[in-house]
């Protein structure tokens, strides 16, 4: 006897795949899917990666909504999933609620212009189904590729008027990450004013932003303090992070990646450069910052790191005065003498 295919089976929306790496996009994504299905829908967030699964998912999948209201479902990080759990919703799927619409959200980092998506789940039957309807959407996320497209939408939906030489400007200078992105357009859109016109020179109002390689920023700290032109570009990154009320956001980004770059000193220190995954023209730089900062130096890296950020989540510091505070401590420990040893070699460490 023959199946009902997940398209046969699913309500009346069907369901969606959406693959980005960019939360922002996924976002603006969702919200066009949620506008499609009328006034008052309502959007649920479940997370992927949460462990156990969330059991009242199965719940909001399933269950008819007494009002009829339509529901965008969304499964934030479902790359996480165990394809055990997958199999289960793609049974799931044929019993959809009617006014319901799964949205799967890949969210994984998109390597050489390939999409992550677990490779077993192009075998499933309901990511077929979906490939058929055109149920999948993707987008590596803001690239020099996918700006110019951006910036056209944008200007569109709000009636501004924009000259190649101004997107080229504007592409130039916006950060790669869709939040920020539309923060800074935000601003040129008020500078555009009742003209409606941006104009190329708008784009020098974009600030400095975040998409400047970390290994950039440790490298613009540790040399603050003797070059002005460094401690300006630190300083303009944190000023800016001020004005933005995504500035909380910012920091855990920053807490995240300086976390990680410690760890790799903390290799570099202890001779295991073999095992440090960055590029072979900055090694060099980091070892040279593990061998003059030494083993306490990166444990007050990692010190400050863990207070910034426990300090925020408790509620004792705010965001601002939190990454203004931690900025600075870094800028005096890495623009300092050396506190430590050099970085011993494989050898000569004992177990």
């Given at each position: 006897m023959l199946r009902p295919s997940a398209n046969q089976s699913a309500a009346r929306h069907g369901f969606r795949f959406l693959v980005c790496p960019d939360a922002?996009?996924?976002?603006?994504?969702?919200?066009?899917l949620c506008k499609g299905l009328g006034a008052g829908c309502a959007r649920k967030v479940?997370?992927?990666?949460?462990?156990?699964?969330?059991?009242?998912?199965?719940?909001?999948?399933?269950?008819?909504?007494?009002?009829?209201?339509?529901?965008?479902?969304?499964?934030?990080?479902?790359?996480?999933?165990?394809?055990?759990?997958?199999d289960r919703l793609g049974e799931g799927l044929k019993n959809t609620a009617s006014t319901v619409l799964p949205v799967f959200c890949l969210e994984g980092a998109w390597k050489e212009g390939k999409a992550a998506i677990p490779n077993f789940l192009?075998?499933?039957?309901?990511w077929q189904t979906a490939e058929q309807n055109k149920w999948v959407w993707q987008s590596p996320g803001l690239t020099d590729a996918s700006l110019p497209k951006f910036l056209d939408a944008w200007a569109a939906e709000r009636d501004l008027t924009l000259?190649?030489?101004?997107?080229?400007?504007?592409?130039?200078?916006?950060?790669?990450?869709?939040?920020?992105?539309?923060?800074?357009?935000?601003?040129?859109?008020?500078?555009?004013?009742?003209?409606?016109?941006?104009?190329?020179?708008?784009?020098a109002l974009i600030a400095p932003h975040g998409d400047m390689e970390f290994f950039d920023f440790m490298k613009a700290l540790s040399e603050s303090a003797k070059s002005p032109q460094a401690a300006r570009e630190v300083w303009a990154r944190v000023l800016d992070d001020h004005l933005r009320p995504s500035g909380d956001k910012i920091l855990f980004q920053l807490l995240g990646y300086v976390a990680w770059q410690a760890r790799q000193l903390w290799?570099?220190?202890?001779?295991?450069?073999a095992?440090?995954?960055?590029?072979p023209s900055d090694k060099p730089a980091l070892l040279k910052m593990a061998q003059r900062l030494g083993r306490s130096g990166i444990a007050r890296i990692i010190e400050l790191t863990l207070d910034a950020n426990l300090g925020v989540i408790g509620g004792t510091r705010r965001p601002d005065d939190a990454l203004e505070s931690y900025v600075a401590d870094l800028a005096e420990l890495m623009g300092g003498r050396?506190?430590?040893?050099?970085?011993r070699s494989s050898a000569e460490r004992r177990p």
């Amino acid at each position: 006897m023959l199946r009902p295919s997940a398209n046969q089976s699913a309500a009346r929306h069907g369901f969606r795949f959406l693959v980005c790496p960019d939360a922002e996009l996924l976002r603006r994504q969702a919200a066009t899917l949620c506008k499609g299905l009328g006034a008052g829908c309502a959007r649920k967030v479940f997370w992927g990666d949460e462990e156990p699964f969330p059991p009242a998912y199965w719940g909001e999948l399933t269950t008819q909504n007494l009002f009829s209201t339509p529901t965008v479902l969304l499964l934030r990080r479902a790359e996480a999933l165990k394809a055990e759990v997958w199999d289960r919703l793609g049974e799931g799927l044929k019993n959809t609620a009617s006014t319901v619409l799964p949205v799967f959200c890949l969210e994984g980092a998109w390597k050489e212009g390939k999409a992550a998506i677990p490779n077993f789940l192009p075998r499933r039957a309901f990511w077929q189904t979906a490939e058929q309807n055109k149920w999948v959407w993707q987008s590596p996320g803001l690239t020099d590729a996918s700006l110019p497209k951006f910036l056209d939408a944008w200007a569109a939906e709000r009636d501004l008027t924009l000259n190649p030489a101004a997107k080229s400007a504007l592409a130039a200078a916006l950060p790669r990450d869709g939040l920020a992105a539309g923060l800074e357009l935000d601003k040129i859109e008020l500078a555009a004013g009742d003209a409606r016109v941006i104009t190329p020179d708008l784009a020098a109002l974009i600030a400095p932003h975040g998409d400047m390689e970390f290994f950039d920023f440790m490298k613009a700290l540790s040399e603050s303090a003797k070059s002005p032109q460094a401690a300006r570009e630190v300083w303009a990154r944190v000023l800016d992070d001020h004005l933005r009320p995504s500035g909380d956001k910012i920091l855990f980004q920053l807490l995240g990646y300086v976390a990680w770059q410690a760890r790799q000193l903390w290799m570099l220190c202890e001779g295991e450069g073999a095992k440090v995954r960055m590029r072979p023209s900055d090694k060099p730089a980091l070892l040279k910052m593990a061998q003059r900062l030494g083993r306490s130096g990166i444990a007050r890296i990692i010190e400050l790191t863990l207070d910034a950020n426990l300090g925020v989540i408790g509620g004792t510091r705010r965001p601002d005065d939190a990454l203004e505070s931690y900025v600075a401590d870094l800028a005096e420990l890495m623009g300092g003498r050396p506190t430590g040893a050099a970085p011993r070699s494989s050898a000569e460490r004992r177990p």
